[in-house]
Structures are given as C-alpha cells and as structure tokens.
C-alpha cells in the first residue's frame, strides 16, 4: 500500500463522515440564492409528497415546542435571578441560559411527542429544498 492508497483512503473516510456538508452546500452554497417560500408553498409541498410531506409538517409544529419551552425557560430562570440577585448583568445571563436550556428542552419534549427519533429530518428538509428549486426553475422556463 503506498502513500496515495493511504491518502485515498483518509480522504474517502472524511468524505463520509462530514457528508452532512453536503447538505449545508446544497442550502447555503449558491451562486444565486433561492427566492423566499411562504407558509403556503410549504403547505403545498406537504399535501404533495406522502412520505416527506408528513415529516416536513412535524418539523414545523416541533418548532412550537421550542419556543415555548425557551419563553417559559427564560422567565423563570430570569426570575428567580432578579428575586434573588437584582445584578443586571445576572439576570441577563440568568434570561438567556433559561431560554437555551428551555428551548433545548421542549425541543426534546418535540422528538418524543412528534417521534422525530424516527424521522430523517435533514432528507425531510433537503426534499423540500429540491422541490423549491424544481418548482421556481420551471417558473422561470
């Protein structure tokens, strides 16, 4: 085995395992970025596709969860910071550690109620990202 096997190998390693960049390449790597979608094209794709339509709108309604999970983080811990210390700069980190931690929280609470475990979300996303594209491409013919 000389050196460029090796090299072969290694690269064919990393390849797979930071093949999730792809999909950030897919997203975020464009010469000409997307138009904007509304709540409406997604709708559409929803009703569209039966396996990655189901998935893509459990990932929209986990999204609820999170949120609120950092608002009620973020009050509590913001308030027993402020009750107890009335230090600006406390209460402000106190806010926004409760938020993190409530946010990943109700994101948690999301995979379990929504059976995200399950569901391959970035092919969920990735599919959606396709159909945008295919969908403002033929708009433009």
């Given at each position: 085995?000389?050196?460029?096997?090796?090299?072969?190998?290694?690269?064919?390693?990393?390849e797979r395992n930071l093949g999730f960049l792809d999909?950030?390449?897919k997203v975020y790597g464009r010469a000409e970025p997307l138009p904007k979608w509304s709540d409406a094209d997604v709708e559409e794709f929803i009703a569209s596709d039966p396996v990655y339509g189901p998935q893509l709108k459990?990932?929209?309604?986990s999204r609820k969860f999170a949120l609120a999970g950092a608002l009620v983080g973020a009050a509590h811990l913001g308030g027993?910071?402020?009750?107890?210390?009335?230090?600006?700069?406390?209460?402000?980190?106190?806010?926004?550690?409760g938020a993190?931690?409530?946010?990943v929280l109700g994101a948690e609470v999301a995979e379990h109620w929504y059976q995200l475990y399950k569901v391959d979300k970035q092919g969920a996303n990735l599919r959606f990202i396709y159909w945008w594209e295919d969908k403002v491409s033929g708009q433009k013919s």
């Open positions: 085995m000389g050196i460029g096997e090796h090299f072969e190998g290694v690269k064919r390693h990393w999909y950030f390449k459990a990932l929209r309604e027993v910071a402020f009750k107890y210390s009335k230090a600006p700069h406390g209460v402000v980190l106190a806010t926004g550690f993190v931690t409530g946010a």
